[in-house]
């Protein structure tokens, strides 16, 4: 499986409130994934959208806040 980290420098204050102890439990793991997968910081080929001109994974149907 080809994973690709994006770091997306407007989700810093998101990730940095973050208990980092989460990552401890399986649940919590699965949880920062998701949320991770959905903010397009982390690609594969299980990722539906394409990769905009500005880095950001862009989705069908949404629209690209810049």
């Excluded at 080809?2 to 990552?23: F, N």
Aim: hydrophobic residues 40%.
């Amino acid at each position: 499986m080809d994973i690709v980290l994006r770091i997306q420098q407007r989700l810093d204050s998101k990730w940095v409130k973050t208990d980092l102890q989460r990552l401890l439990d399986s649940d919590g793991l699965t949880q920062l994934w998701n949320e991770m997968v959905r903010d397009g910081e982390i690609t594969g080929s299980f990722s539906d959208g394409l990769l905009n001109a500005a880095g950001i994974t862009s989705r069908r149907g949404k629209a690209i806040e810049l």
